[in-house]
């Protein structure tokens, strides 16, 4: 069952990634390039989870947390 979810978590990792970065390229608009900027964030944050480590987990607590500022 964990399995399902991790290649389900790892896909939607993927796609954030590529789908904030990509999108963000051409923005010229600086609220909408942050927005993007954000979704590619998140992606990084997804694959600590997918890892399934306490270490990976740790560090995507981190991230998120510090995005805040």
Do not use: P
Request: glycine share 10%.
């Amino acid at each position: 069952m964990i399995g399902q979810w991790r290649q389900i978590v790892v896909f939607l990792a993927v796609v954030s990634t590529l789908l904030g970065s990509f999108a963000a390229i051409g923005q010229t608009n600086i609220k909408r390039l942050m927005a993007y900027s954000s979704i590619g964030h998140m992606g990084f944050v997804l694959i600590g989870l997918a890892a399934g480590t306490e270490d990976a987990i740790r560090a995507s607590l981190f991230i998120s947390s510090s995005m805040r500022s």
